[in-house]
């Protein structure tokens, strides 16, 4: 069940979370004695992902939306089992050299068609699920630059980089449990139920003009 909280939610694509690349341009410079110089590694949505909030949250979500769950489980497996055999032909086809160019790409539009509207239907299964998981990253998200600085401060760093720009690091150098640690404190839980005029990312641009 709980690989479906994955798949509901890039299904529908929703819910990103507010960029905190700019915390260290944010934060006061300190007098140069106690400057911070470190750089540490963090990935800020697997800090989201283990906040006790989130894992408390997606245990709820799993519960109230089982029915939804389950439906998009059954059709999903359906969708397999039907687009299977198609690509299997598809495959087939292209290793025949006897195969006619128009046969074959008859096939694949057809195969592509199909997908397309597989994907269409999947989507439209997950929104109720998608919808309080985005609004659940939501409001997390609102405190991870707060977290971000906090656990910069506290681990004296100076620089963070995403774990996609890393090639090796050394013991001590994530400060992702850090992030996590000051989210708990931060959002210690969050609602599932999003406002009926709620749309993801609505915080954040209303967070905008404020900012400028």
Same mark, same amino acid.
């Given at each position: 069940? *709980?690989?479906?909280?994955?798949?509901?939610?890039?299904? =529908? @694509?929703? +819910?990103? #979370?507010?960029?905190? /690349?700019?915390?260290? %341009?944010?934060?006061?410079?300190?007098?140069?004695?106690?400057?911070?110089?470190?750089?540490?590694?963090?990935?800020?949505?697997?800090?989201?992902?283990?906040?006790?909030?989130?894992?408390?949250?997606?245990?709820?979500?799993?519960?109230?939306?089982?029915?939804?769950?389950?439906?998009?489980?059954?059709?999903?497996?359906?969708?397999?089992?039907?687009?299977?055999?198609?690509?299997?032909?598809?495959?087939?086809?292209?290793?025949?050299?006897?195969?006619?160019?128009?046969?074959?790409?008859? *096939?694949?539009?057809?195969?592509?068609?199909?997908?397309? =509207? @597989?994907? +269409?239907? #999947?989507?439209?299964? /997950?929104?109720?699920? %998608?919808?309080?998981?985005?609004?659940?990253?939501?409001?997390?998200?609102?405190?991870?630059?707060?977290?971000?600085?906090?656990?910069?401060?506290?681990?004296?760093?100076?620089?963070?980089?995403?774990?996609?720009?890393?090639?090796?690091?050394?013991?001590?150098?994530?400060?992702?449990?850090?992030?996590?640690?000051?989210?708990?404190?931060?959002?210690?839980?969050?609602?599932?139920?999003?406002?009926?005029?709620?749309?993801?990312?609505?915080?954040?641009?209303?967070?905008?003009?404020?900012?400028?």
């Amino acid at each position: 069940m *709980k690989s479906f909280l994955k798949t509901a939610a890039s299904l =529908a @694509a929703l +819910a990103l #979370l507010p960029v905190a /690349a700019n915390a260290q %341009a944010a934060t006061t410079p300190a007098p140069a004695a106690t400057a911070n110089t470190g750089v540490a590694v963090v990935d800020l949505e697997g800090a989201v992902a283990n906040s006790a909030a989130y894992r408390s949250a997606m245990t709820q979500i799993e519960t109230t939306y089982k029915a939804q769950f389950t439906a998009l489980q059954t059709r999903q497996t359906a969708l397999q089992g039907e687009l299977g055999p198609l690509r299997t032909e598809i495959e087939n086809l292209q290793k025949n050299p006897a195969t006619p160019k128009a046969t074959l790409d008859a *096939k694949i539009a057809a195969f592509q068609q199909k997908g397309q =509207a @597989a994907q +269409a239907e #999947l989507q439209r299964l /997950a929104a109720p699920i %998608a919808r309080p998981q985005a609004y659940v990253k939501e409001q997390i998200g609102a405190k991870v630059e707060q977290a971000l600085k906090a656990a910069m401060t506290a681990k004296r760093v100076g620089v963070v980089i995403g774990p996609e720009a890393v090639v090796a690091v050394q013991g001590g150098s994530d400060l992702t449990p850090d992030v996590v640690t000051q989210l708990n404190a931060l959002v210690p839980s969050v609602s599932i139920t999003p406002p009926a005029n709620w749309q993801p990312g609505q915080a954040e641009q209303a967070a905008a003009p404020a900012g400028r």
